[in-house]
Structures are given as C-alpha cells and as structure tokens.
C-alpha cells in the first residue's frame, strides 16, 4: 500500500494550512491529527457546543500524552492552538484544502461544498471524508470538480492508519497527489481507490453489519455476538462497532449502499439498528445505542 501511495506523490501541492468542515466525530478527530503532524487547521460548525465538544476531545488526547510524559504542557497548548474553531467561513479564503465532514446526507453536502468552494481560492483543493456517497455524484454541483477527491478517514482518526483517498471521475491527478501526500503527513496509511458507493472498505462493512442486523432479526443476542466475535479476534463485535460509528450514520450509509446495490443490501430493510435509531439511541455520541454509556 505505501508503495503504491509513493507513485501517486509525484504531482503534490504545498499544504500549509487545512480546514474541516464539522466537528463531530470525524471533524474533530481529523482537527487532532492535523494539529497533532504540526499543519494549522481551521474546524467549522453550525453548532458551537460541537466545537466545544470537539476541542474539549483534542485536550483530552493530548492531556493523556502529557500525562504519559510524551509531551510538555507548552507542547500541548501550541498544539491545541494550531486548531482554531470557528462558526464562520471568515479565514477560508487562505486555506490550501477542506475537507468536509458534516452530516451523511448528500443534500446537505451538495450545499456545503457548493458554498465552500465560493470562498475559497481557485487551487484549493475540496475533499469529502463521507463513508458511502459516490464523489462523482457529489461532484456534480462544484464549478470544479477537477479540485474534489474523497478523503475517508476511520474512526478513531487518532488509532485507525488507513485513509481511502477516493478518484472521482472529474478528480486531477495533482489533486490525488496532494491528498496522499497530506495523509501521509498526518501519519496515515493512505490507499487509491476507485469511486462507487461505500468505496473499498464499506463495500465490505456495511453488509456485515446487514447480516448482523438478519442475526438478530432471527432471535440472536447482540452481546453474545459481540462476545464471539471477539474471540474470533476481531478487537470489537458488530453491536459496539456501530456504537463507535453513530447509529444515524450507519442508518444513512445503509441508505446509500441500497440505493447504490440494489441486488445485494434492501433499501427498505428494518431491522433493530434502524429501530435504535428511529428511538434517538445513537450510539457513545449521544450515551445510549445498543449498550448505554456513562
Ligand atoms: P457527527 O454527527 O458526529 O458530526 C457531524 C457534524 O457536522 C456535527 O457537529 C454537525 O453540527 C456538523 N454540521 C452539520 N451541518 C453542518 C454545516 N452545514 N457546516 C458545518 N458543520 C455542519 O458525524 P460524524 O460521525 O463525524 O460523520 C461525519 C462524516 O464522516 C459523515 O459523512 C460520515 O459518514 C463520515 N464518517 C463517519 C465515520 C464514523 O465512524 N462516525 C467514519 C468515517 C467517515
């Protein structure tokens, strides 16, 4: 995989400040990760108790690397001030990529990054960290879709090393070369793959977590797959993995999986994820999904 991220560096732009947009999850735990390399990012939301959420996380992180005696307290501050949270667009205009990461709902991106990309300058480069929607069909209402890739983080930004860096048919060469190129500078293991719903990675998770879902459907208990499924050596089983994840994206990301495989996932499939999530359990996010959390 690293060789493979080697050839597609040739043609990589200067990155010297980054912005996200959200700050939830994946918003927040990329703000950490850039900060954390040395790159000033900007982290945007509409909502100013997710900024707070997602700083407070970054100064948890880091306070444990403090703790540990990996890092200085001056450390942990000049990296905490490298992220600079904001509810307006006021400093866009000088940064070299944004990535977004707001809500999965191709409607509200559409209208994110179309506002995006008027503020900022002609060269920057958009990138969508979305789980399942195809970046040609988000491309389609950008004035330059040459300057849009996807950028798939995985949850937790901090632990997980692979980023999916994601080729839409409009996508430039320079504009993949600079996303490998700054994943790697954030510490990631990035991989180059082809556009299609869910990608490489959710093309493979989303239907394990569709046969979970049948499982219990037919009477099984989610503890106990989650318990053997650990001892089959996976680190987590399904029902807290989608805990980690968010029941309403994983709900969300079905819907587009669906849409896209038609033969293979049910559009209209209403099994217990769908119903925690009608029932606002939403996983750690909000304290209570399939397990409850303090
Ligand atoms: P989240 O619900 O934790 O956060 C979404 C954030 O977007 C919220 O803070 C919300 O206030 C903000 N937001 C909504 N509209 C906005 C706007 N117009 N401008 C700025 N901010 C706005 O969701 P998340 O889990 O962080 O997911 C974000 C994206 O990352 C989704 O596309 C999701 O599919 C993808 N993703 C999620 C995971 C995961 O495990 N949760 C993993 C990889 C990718």
């Known amino acids: 995989v690293k060789k493979l991220a080697k050839q597609h560096t040739k043609n990589a732009h200067d990155i010297n400040e980054a912005a996200v947009l959200g700050a939830g999850i994946m918003g927040g735990g990329i703000a950490y990760q850039a900060a954390s390399k040395g790159l000033p990012i900007i982290m945007k ?53 944004v990535i977004e990461a707001v809500v999965e709902n191709p409607k509200v991106k559409h209208a994110v990054l179309k506002e995006v990309e008027g503020l900022v300058k002609e060269n920057a480069i958009l990138a ?31 632990r997980m090393p692979l980023v999916e860096v994601i080729r839409g048919e409009k996508s430039s060469e320079e504009a993949i070369a600079t996303t490998v190129a700054l994943a790697q500078r954030m510490g990631k293991v990035p991989v180059v793959v082809n556009d299609c719903p869910g990608f490489l990675v959710n093309r493979v998770l989303f239907p394990y977590f569709g046969a979970f879902d049948l499982l219990l459907k037919q009477g099984a208990d989610f503890v106990h797959v989650d318990k053997v499924m650990e ?61 409850k959390y303090e």
Do not use: C
């Not at 389609?140 to 930004?157: A, C, I, K, S």
């Open 45 to 97: 939301d509409i909502k100013s108790e997710q900024l707070d959420l997602g700083m407070g996380e970054a100064s948890k992180l880091l306070g444990k690397m403090v703790e540990r005696k990996k890092m200085t307290p001056a450390q942990m501050g000049e990296t905490l001030s490298r992220i600079r949270p904001t509810l307006n667009y006021g400093d866009f205009g000088e940064t070299d990529i």
């Open 128 to 158: 969508s960290n979305t789980s399942t929607i195809s970046i040609t069909h988000l491309a389609t209402v950008l004035e330059r879709p040459e300057n849009f890739v996807g950028m798939h983080f995985f949850n937790p930004v901090h």
């Open 231 to 291: 001892k089959f050596g996976w680190p987590m089983g399904p029902a807290y993995l989608i805990d980690v994840v968010g029941l309403d994206t994983g709900v969300h990301g079905a819907e587009v999986m669906a849409e896209g495989f038609p033969d293979r996932m049910k559009p209209d499939y209403k099994g217990a994820i769908k119903h925690l999530f009608e029932n606002n359990r939403l996983g750690q996010k909000n304290g209570v999904g399939f397990y």
